[in-house]
């Protein structure tokens, strides 16, 4: 299998980075402008693109896992449709964001290494287990809801390729957010067994979706320069708070609870507070020990052997139709 030369190794703080040049990129910044390729970049605005969005991409592909689980379960076939093509969607989610991180110079190849290897992070939240059908209506209503959230900010990221990825990305999100909703009300209103299966789910997956804006800002190391260079707009815990406010009027509507005693409408910020986030379980499902992160993985490695194949065979042909136009090269 034909593969490109690896990424060259750039120093940190590149010694051709001149404080005029950082001085014009950081005023195109304050001026809204966008970021493109081949534009001039600080090497560590571009290293931190690349940690970013790498790590979303995998989170998209990952991600495909614990609702991929349930296809074959699904209870009718309107069901089964939208899981697929949800499912699908988050493979062109990976596949988009993969490609927006090339062009930072970083071969895609790389990246699945790096994560088939376990040394690239993913959303903590794809390490839980979906345990009954009533998870799929829940991950679509809460973890695609906190995506959104995150996203539609990312939609104004400072990085062109990144920033039009999101825009595609927002409105399959927006579907994916509606058919769990519309699947988690199905249920709030059904037999008493699939209110306790639907509320069940709900109190597993609330926190986890909490921890998915990241550690507090005065916590996260990376927040102040990622919202220095505009990669992020705003801070984790706005975002945060922004969905907790969005999610429980939703909540209500349907007679379902939130798992926290703590929260409570404060009417002097217009904001539901809510109770203290378990950051060490955070940390330990980031750092490997989740229920599913073993299981998730194996499951990626898997699927990229069952794949090989078809990449070779696709490259086989690439190179057959390319001896054809240019039989000189051959
Ligand atoms: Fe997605
Ligand atoms: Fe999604």
Not at 64 to 88: F, S, Y
Not at 270 to 281: C, H, K, L, R, V
Not at 297 to 317: F, I, K, S
Request: charged share 25%; hydrophobic share 35%.
């Amino acid at each position: 299998m034909a593969t490109k030369p690896p990424t060259p190794a750039v120093s940190e703080t590149a010694a051709e980075e001149s404080p005029d040049q950082t001085g014009a990129f950081e005023s195109r910044i304050a001026d809204g402008q966008t970021i493109e390729p081949k534009d001039w970049m600080p090497e560590r605005y571009r290293r931190q693109l690349i940690r970013m969005m790498s790590q979303h991409a995998h989170s998209e592909v990952v991600g495909m896992l614990p609702e991929g689980n349930w296809i074959t379960r699904a209870p009718t076939l309107r069901r089964k449709m939208g899981l697929l093509a949800k499912v699908q969607d988050e493979a062109g989610h990976g596949l988009y964001i993969y490609c927006g991180t090339e062009t930072l110079g970083i071969d895609r190849a790389e990246l699945i290494d790096q994560l088939l290897a376990g040394r690239a992070k993913y959303s903590s939240i794809f390490n839980y287990p979906t345990l009954s059908w009533a998870d799929i209506g829940t991950i679509g209503w809460l973890v695609d809801g906190a995506a959104i959230v995150n996203q539609t900010i990312l939609a104004k990221t400072s990085y062109g390729p990144y920033a039009r990825a999101m825009v595609r990305i927002c409105k399959e999100e927006n579907f994916h957010k509606r058919q769990g909703y519309e699947m988690v009300a199905t249920l709030a209103q059904g037999t008493p067994a699939q209110r306790t299966m639907v509320q069940d789910a709900i109190n597993r997956w609330w926190w986890p979706s909490l921890m998915m804006f990241g550690p507090s800002d005065k916590d996260s190391p990376n927040s102040a320069e990622l919202l220095k260079w505009g990669v992020k707009r705003k801070g984790n815990d706005e975002l945060r708070q922004r969905f907790v406010n969005l999610t429980i009027p939703q909540a209500q509507a349907i007679g379902l609870t939130l798992p926290d005693p703590d929260l409570h409408y404060d009417e002097a910020t217009n904001n539901w507070t809510f109770g203290p986030i378990d950051w060490d379980e955070f940390y330990r499902v980031i750092g490997g020990h989740g229920p599913c992160n073993h299981e998730r993985l194996q499951a990626r490695r898997h699927a990229h052997e069952a794949g090989r194949w078809v990449r070779e065979a696709a490259e086989a042909y690439a190179a057959k139709q390319a001896a054809r136009v240019h039989p000189e090269a051959a």
